[in-house]
């Protein structure tokens, strides 16, 4: 039975993951560990990255094979950390919106990179006077309560502002190509956070990756349209464990799905 290892974003734990699991088919499973600092895992002495890396190799040694591990987000990055250790412990790999290109160039970043700008936005998203006025922006299609309780957990999230500090050009250059690992990245082709412009950065470290840029979709599909979530893992995980590519594309969202909103978190 697959397991797919589904890690979290910034900001969220892994909870974020919770409407996809009941939608996978029978013979799935999955798994979506929610890393220290966020969630409410206290951070307790991990002062780099190598500590989130460190608990998600755990998480991934805990799980049966064969494994697809699934990074969103910072997520991602926290993946690719831990495959550079060895890509043997897993069986295919899927990025979704992953950070790691352009962090010296991106403006976000780099306002970012001060901390008393970390602070005021973390506060700033976590905030109930502005949920109303995210929840619009960045989660239209998502219900209220789930949209909230995704705002309200970046307040708690103590990382937040480290991975900043942590993940830098430097970090991204230095990780090893994974040749042999069957790879897939997913971009949202109306995300604005990460999104479809960064497609073929990540062609040095996963040369053989299949890259899959889905119409309508934003930043969190997996919390605003899990159906369609579920079908493009269900199909990029099986293609991945027959060692090829494969073609996702009966997965892809459909024409009548809403688009989500603009600007996502």
Do not use: C, K
């Amino acid at each position: 039975m697959p397991t797919i290892i589904a890690v979290h974003g910034n900001g969220g734990g892994g909870e974020r993951f919770a409407r996809i699991g009941p939608l996978l088919p029978v013979g799935f499973a999955l798994r979506a560990p929610t890393l220290p600092g966020f969630g409410g895992v206290p951070l307790g002495d991990v002062d780099r990255l190598d500590g989130l890396t460190d608990a998600l190799e755990a998480e991934v040694a805990a799980s049966t094979r064969p494994r697809l591990l699934l990074g969103h987000g910072v997520g991602g990055a926290v993946a690719l950390d831990l495959l550079s250790r060895d890509p043997r412990q897993v069986d295919g790999l899927i990025l979704h919106a992953p950070v790691g290109t352009r962090l010296d160039t991106r403006l976000f970043p780099r306002v970012m990179s001060s901390r008393r700008v970390q602070r005021t936005v973390q506060g700033v998203i976590a905030h109930p006077l502005a949920r109303p006025l995210l929840r619009r922006i960045a989660l239209p299609e998502v219900p209220r309560d789930i949209a909230d309780r995704t705002l309200a957990a970046y307040g708690r999230a103590e990382a937040f502002g480290r991975l900043f500090d942590w993940l830098d050009s430097a970090w991204f250059d230095a990780l090893p190509p994974l040749v042999e690992l069957p790879a897939a990245v997913l971009w949202g082709e109306r995300d604005r956070v990460l999104d479809a412009e960064q497609r073929g950065d990540y062609q040095r470290l996963l040369p053989g990756a299949r890259e899959v840029v889905v119409p309508g979709w934003g930043h969190f599909p997996m919390l605003d349209r899990p159906e369609a979530y579920a079908r493009m893992l269900t199909e990029l995980s099986r293609a991945l464990l027959q060692g090829g590519r494969g073609d996702p594309g009966s997965a892809t969202a459909e024409p009548g799905d809403p688009a989500p909103g603009a600007p996502q978190l």
